[in-house]
């Protein structure tokens, strides 16, 4: 049983997205889990201690530990809110489970009774290929969740001492051979973004004491690892140990409409909706908008506004609707049919996009496809939603793999600042402040999370067509995002200039370029997008005004630009000069090659 106390308690409980069983004579909350089979024992006081720290409010009443479920206390009565029906404990993110020892069963004493049995347990670690097999089969021949699985096999890869590398090649095989539908039959494939989002989560806490099978042990060694040619055969673990099974596939919550107030439909909705956000958030707020991290016909990750008809589509996936009907012929009998999510609760869950009780999900301030360096100088690499930045790290195709040093050698830095000369080195600079300024463009979108205030525009300026002013916006944009950047072009109309500033912004883009500018470059606008960190301008098609999150790279590019207005002091130039009447002329390029080497030179910089 989870007890939640005080008002800490009950933002900690809205947070999960749980529904109270019994409220307590405080005013404290009740929730009761089914219990995993194996001993839980309620946390002694040091535990206690870490668990309020990072869930405030919240308490366990487990195996050995006692808690009132009804009567009256000191403080009042406790009150039953809905039937005792105990919930899984998949409703639970993975992170508190673990925390809370109901991820898996502890290592049986027998496993460790005598000491060269230890011993043999400690040196052998199961094959990936059988942990691989073992998940497939329990999606296949028992219906398991393919997240909840992949959960399982990336715990299991690292028990067994692989390294977080080793892990991905593992997952991916996984996504591989991962079935294209979910447990309900639908075509919905399960894609790496969720996959490596186990990983990190895995990996970002401590081992724990693997499931342990009878065969198809490997050796461990000091050599390569995944890839070695023993059998495993000179190598027994006895043990009762089990496998922590993938976890059944949670039924739906289920919502009457018929017998109780709206927003009391409303409240039980959301918290439907938030069972699931919690294992793999896609809901977030921006700008006091409700938006979903999407992807375009390109599969390119996209902040795709939410309307009612969306709102929709996420009630029917998360909560089965009910209404109660009369039985005919019986008295006091009702039987419930089955309907559609109504639209009135829909519209009722947007209206709380700006008032009390407001919705629950976290602000998004932009999607980044490449890892950035936040503002501690730590480097935000794991795929998923960032609490400290408030970004979401999509990765582009290959990038999962990209990783660099926190604080990489001299002869790290010297190498990836060598690699990244070899990138733009060769564009024909007029000087070497062009030169340097370009350097700078280029570690600008990895950086720009990391600074606070604003970043100038980076004008890139030549005397003529074809002297590579495009092609070097484009190089700094696909090693930065995997694709060219988003295009602004310049109106002689002001308002329409703003709205498309402003429909830039709410798509997310994290690079813009003004392309092909000609005469004079001058726009109030443009002065003040570059000196805010919030922008507030007039969505496109719309008479309405909105505020976003403004942290984007910006370029313009043309020939023999002349700056009007204040943009002379909130521009740097980059002068290109081929000198010659053919365009230049470079190979494509890789950005996971590169990225690494902006990383390095960034963390250090």
């Known amino acids: ?56 409010g919240l308490d366990i009443r487990a195996d050995d530990g006692y808690a009132a479920f009804c009567g009256e206390s000191e403080s009042g009565p406790y009150l039953w809110l809905r039937d005792p029906q105990l919930d899984p404990l998949g409703c639970l993110p993975e992170e508190l489970r673990a925390f809370l020892n109901l991820l898996q ?36 021949e028992q219906g398991k969740g393919r997240n909840d699985t992949g959960f399982w096999l990336v715990c299991q890869v690292r028990d067994n001492g692989y390294t977080a590398d080793e892990a991905e090649g593992v997952m991916r095989q996984y996504v591989e051979r991962a079935p294209k539908t979910n447990t309900k039959g639908i075509v919905e494939p399960y894609t790496i973004d969720e996959a490596l989002a186990s990983l990190g989560s895995a990996y970002g806490s401590d081992a724990r004491d693997p499931w ?40 739906l919550p289920e919502i009457l409409i018929n017998n109780s107030q709206l927003r009391e439909r ?43 008809t969306e709102v929709k589509e996420v009630l029917t996936q998360t909560a ?49 496809e490449t890892p950035v360096i936040r503002p501690d100088g730590s480097i935000l690499d794991t795929p998923g939603y960032d609490q400290v930045t408030k970004l979401y790290y999509a990765p582009a195709p290959g990038m999962g793999d990209c990783k660099v040093s926190l604080h990489p050698t001299q002869q790290e830095r010297e190498a990836a600042l060598a690699l990244l000369w070899d990138t733009i080195g060769e564009f024909p600079y007029v000087s070497e402040a062009d030169k340097a300024n370009a350097l700078g463009l280029l570690l600008t979108p990895i950086l720009r999370p990391a ?72 726009s109030k606008h ?13 969505i496109l098609g719309q008479s309405k005004m909105t505020k976003v999150p403004h942290r984007a790279t910006w370029l313009a590019t043309g020939n023999n630009i002349r700056l009007g207005g204040d943009l002379a002091r909130r521009c740097y130039r980059i002068r290109l000069d081929a000198k010659v009447s053919r365009p230049l002329c470079v190979k494509a390029l890789n950005m996971r090659i590169f990225f690494p080497g902006l990383l390095s030179t960034g963390a250090s910089w």
């Not at 909350?29 to 201690?49: C, D, F, I, M, Q």
């Open 1 to 56: 049983m989870l007890d939640f106390d005080g008002e800490a308690g009950q933002e900690t409980r809205k947070r999960l997205g749980l529904s109270p069983h019994v409220q307590t004579g405080s005013g404290g909350a009740h929730v009761y889990l089914e219990h995993p089979g194996w001993l839980v024992p309620t946390l002694n006081s040091k535990s206690k201690r870490e668990l309020g720290a990072r869930w405030p």
């Open 105 to 140: 069963p502890p290592v049986s004493a027998s496993t460790t009774r005598e000491g060269h049995e230890a011993g043999a347990a400690s040196t052998a670690r199961i094959a990936t290929s059988t942990l691989i097999e073992r998940a497939l089969k329990c999606i296949h």
């Open 212 to 251: 342990t099978p009878r065969e198809d042990l490997q050796p461990a060694s000091s050599g390569r690892r995944g890839g070695g040619s023993g059998n495993g055969s000179g190598t027994t673990v006895t043990g009762t140990a089990t496998p922590e099974e993938p976890e059944e596939p949670k039924p």
């Open 266 to 308: 409303t409240d039980q909705a959301i918290d439907a909706i938030m069972r699931q956000e919690r294992r793999n958030p896609s809901l977030f707020m921006q700008s006091s908008r409700m938006v979903r991290v999407s992807r375009d016909e390109m599969r390119r990750p996209i902040i795709a506004q939410i309307g009612v």
């Open 320 to 368: 089965n609707y009910y209404r109660l009907r009369k039985v005919a012929g019986e008295e006091g009998e009702y039987e419930k049919v089955p309907i559609s999510p109504p639209r009135e609760l829909a519209e009722q869950a947007l209206a709380r996009q700006t008032q009390a009780p407001f919705l629950p999900f976290p602000p998004l301030a932009a999607i980044v």
């Open 451 to 522: 600074i606070a205030r604003h970043v100038p525009l980076a004008l890139i300026d030549a005397p003529k067509q074809g002297t590579g002013k495009g092609l070097l916006s484009d190089v700094v944009s696909v090693i930065a995002t995997g694709t060219s950047a988003a295009i602004l072009t310049m109106s002689d109309s002001e308002e329409e200039l703003q709205k498309a500033i402003t429909s830039l912004l709410l798509e997310g883009s994290t690079i813009i370029t003004i392309d092909n500018i000609t005469g004079r470059l001058q």
């Open 526 to 538: 443009l002065d003040g997008v570059l000196t805010s960190t919030t922008w507030k301008g007039r």
